[in-house]
């Protein structure tokens, strides 16, 4: 899975495995993820801690865990994707069932819209399936436009409504 993607526009990236040591990373991207808007509408503290959210990556790196960092050529961490299984009894945004791993992804604002996302998604989506993994979900909010043009290009599809997301379905 380590290999450079050349990024649509100009940024070239160093692809490799998430690791237990990039919990920390993780986690400020899922920070990311959750305040897309710009407004900071949750803290690291609360996805370290608040039940709400900690489930997403505590515990990183359980052996079902999947996912893929970007780094710029300084070695940088500029983005990540990850997928995790989770359990019924923390079904969320973006759940589907308990074979169906869930989805999030981040890129630092800076490198955003030069192709890091793309190739992010598509290694981990190449990861999932040689895996073994039947299908991937993911929760895309109203109005995050960028993102939901990305998961729908690489086919992903509507399946289901949680407030004011979609649950998004790619099968593999
Ligand atoms: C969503 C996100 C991960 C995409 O990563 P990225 O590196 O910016 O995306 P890419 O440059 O690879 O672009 C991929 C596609 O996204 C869409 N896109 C990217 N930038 C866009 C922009 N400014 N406006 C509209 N669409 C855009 C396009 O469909 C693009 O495909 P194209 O290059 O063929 O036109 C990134 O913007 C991000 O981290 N956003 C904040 C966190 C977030 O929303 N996470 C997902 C939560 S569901």
């Known amino acids: 899975m380590i290999r450079e993607a050349r990024a649509a526009h100009a940024v070239r990236v160093h692809l490799r495995p998430a690791t237990s040591s990039d919990l920390d990373l993780l986690e400020r991207l899922l920070v990311e993820a959750f305040n897309w808007t710009g407004e900071t509408r949750v803290t690291l503290a609360e996805v370290r801690t608040d039940p709400q959210h900690a489930h997403h990556l505590r515990g990183w790196r359980r052996s079902t865990d999947l996912g893929v960092v970007a780094e710029a050529p300084s070695g940088e961490p500029v983005g990540a994707a990850w997928a995790r299984v989770v359990p019924v009894g923390e079904a969320g945004y973006g759940y589907v069932s308990e ?67 979609d649950t998004l379905l790619l099968r593999l």
């Open 99 to 165: 074979d169906v791993p869930e989805l999030g992804m981040a890129v630092l604002s800076p490198y955003r819209g030069q192709g890091v996302g793309r190739a992010l998604l598509d290694t981990c989506v190449d990861a999932l399936r040689g895996a073994g993994r039947r299908a991937v979900s993911l929760s895309v909010e109203d109005g995050n436009e960028t993102a939901r043009r990305l998961y729908e290009s690489r086919g992903f599809v509507r399946a289901g409504r949680v407030g004011g997301s």
